[in-house]
C-alpha cells in the first residue's frame, strides 16, 4: 500500500527521507517515495488508486528549508529533498487529528462489522491515541439543539442498495468513495453535500436513496471507504471472510473488481 499512484515519468529524482537516500520517478508524492523506501506515513485520505486529495491531515511531514508541515500525499518529491516523516511535533500533530476524528465518530467498534479491519481503527493506533480529551456523546450527525435539528432524513442510514448499506454516522468526509465512483467507474454518482458538522456524502439529494441514484453498484466506493461507512451487507450478514479471491473483467477498460468469498 504506497498511499498514492505510481508516477510514469523516467526520469528519476533522489531525495533523503529520514537521513536515508530514496530515487524515485519524478512526480511521486513524498507519501509514496517514502513507502517505497519502507517508511510507512499515517494517512486516512490517500490511496493507491485515487488521486492525491490532502483532506485527512494526517500524513504531514516536515521538509528542510520550508515553513509549515505539508501533507506528505499531495507534495512531489524534489531533488535533494530533506524530509522528516516521525519528529516529535508530527507525532502530536497526528494524535491531535486523530483525536478530532475519534471524538466525532461512534465508540461502537466492539460491534461494528468493521472491527478489525477498519482504517479509521488502524490509525488511532498507529499515532499512538490512547484517550480522547473530548465528549464523545455526540457526533456530526445528532440534533444539536432545539432550533438547529438536522433532517433525520440526512441522518439516516441508507440500506436501500442490496449489496452494501450507508451509514453516514461513520464517516468521516476524506471523499474516497466519492473519488472511486468519478477515478475509477467514471460514473459521478456521490457527492459531499453541506459544510463544516453538516457535510456528508450523498448519492442525490437529502430525499434520495442510492437505490434510486445514478449508482451503479459496482462497489468501487464500499471497497475505498476506510471506515464501516459504506460495508458490504453479506459482511455484516456473516462477517469478514477468512479468504477472497479478486478477479478483474477484462470486457472493457473501466476494470471492474469482482470478490469471491
Ligand atoms: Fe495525506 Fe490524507 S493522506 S492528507
Known amino acids: 500500500d504506497f498511499g498514492t499512484p505510481r508516477s ?7 531525495l533523503e527521507i529520514d537521513g536515508f537516500p530514496v530515487t524515485v520517478p519524478a512526480g511521486t508524492s513524498v507519501m509514496r517515495a517514502a513507502a517505497e523506501a519502507g517508511i510507512s506515513v499515517p494517512k486516512l485520505c490517500a490511496s493507491d488508486n485515487l488521486d492525491a486529495f490532502g483532506s485527512c491531515r494526517l500524513c504531514l511531514v516536515e ?38 476524528y475519534i471524538s466525532d465518530h461512534p465508540l461502537d467498534c466492539l460491534t461494528c462489522a468493521a472491527n478489525g479491519d477498519c482504517e479509521l481503527q488502524d490509525m ?15 457526533n456530526h450527525f445528532t440534533p444539536r439543539n432545539a432550533g438547529g435539528d438536522l433532517n433525520p432524513q440526512w441522518m439516516a442510514k441508507d440500506e436501500s442498495n442490496p449489496y452494501f ?19 475509477v467507474q467514471g460514473t459521478f454518482a456521490l457527492t459531499i453535500e453541506g459544510r463544516g458538522f453538516d457535510s ?19 462497489g468501487a466506493c464500499v471497497q475505498a471507504c476506510p471506515t464501516a461507512t459504506l460495508q458490504e451487507k453479506s459482511i455484516i450478514e456473516i462477517g469478514t471472510p477468512e479468504r477472497a479471491v479478486v478477479t478483474t473483467c477484462a470486457y472493457c477498460g473501466v476494470g471492474c473488481s469482482f470478490k469471491a468469498e
Request: glycine content about 8%; hydrophobic content about 30%; some cysteine.
Open 63 to 100: 521538509i528542510e528549508g520550508r515553513a509549515g508541515t505539508p501533507a506528505s500525499c499531495t507534495t512531489p518529491v524534489t531533488p535533494g529533498m530533506k524530509v522528516r516523516t516521525q519528529t516529535p511535533k508530527l507525532k502530536q500533530l497526528r494524535r491531535g487529528v486523530m483525536e478530532l
Open 124 to 138: 488511532a493506533g498507529a499515532v499512538g491515541l490512547r484517550d480522547v480529551r473530548y465528549e464523545a456523546v455526540e
Open 165 to 183: 448499506t450507508y451509514d453516514p454516522s461513520k464517516c468521516i468526509v476524506c471523499s474516497r468513495c466519492v473519488r472511486a465512483c468519478e477515478e
Open 8 to 14: 510514469r515519468a523516467t526520469e528519476t529524482v533522489t
Open 200 to 218: 456528508r456524502v450523498s448519492a442525490g439529494m437529502a430525499s434520495d436513496s442510492f437505490l434510486t441514484s445514478d449508482c451503479v453498484s459496482c
